[in-house]
């Protein structure tokens, strides 16, 4: 049998280009990725001489959807800075995850939410929801 080639998460990076610098900067203190997540819609194909008066789809155009991740909330820090400035510019920016084997992805996104939570016995974290454009570049 052989071994599992399954990892943690841990180590993994979600990186976002400052428009200012045209760098990447690494967002601080992620503790959660959710990958774009792809979809491919149905586009019905049905027409009147449709076997057994069944419906017909073919495959359609895909939907690189979202993604999002969570963060402890610094307020005021680089990160919280950045991710206020998108989100008030609306402007696509190049985003890069980076797995703990050094695999990476690269995609156009924009910040879509950015919500912040201060529970009083907890620590303050951000979830932030950003909207993809375009496919997805791997490499190595």
Request: aromatic share 8%.
């Amino acid at each position: 049998m052989a071994a599992s080639e399954a990892s943690l998460g841990y180590g993994s990076k979600f990186k976002i280009t400052d428009p200012d610098t045209s760098t990447f900067v690494e967002i601080a203190e992620v503790y959660n990725i959710t990958p774009p997540n792809f979809e491919a819609d149905d586009v019905d194909v049905t027409h009147n001489q449709s076997p057994n008066r069944t419906r017909e789809t073919i495959p359609g155009l895909k939907s690189p959807g979202d993604c999002s991740f969570e963060m402890n909330f610094v307020p005021g820090s680089d990160s919280d800075v950045l991710l206020r400035k998108l989100l008030t510019s609306g402007d696509q920016v190049d985003c890069q995850i980076e797995f703990p084997n050094a695999e990476t992805w690269d995609f156009l996104a924009a910040v879509k939410g950015y919500e912040v939570s201060m529970p009083t016995d907890d620590k303050m974290t951000a979830t932030v929801s950003m909207q993809v454009s375009g496919d997805i570049s791997a490499s190595t």
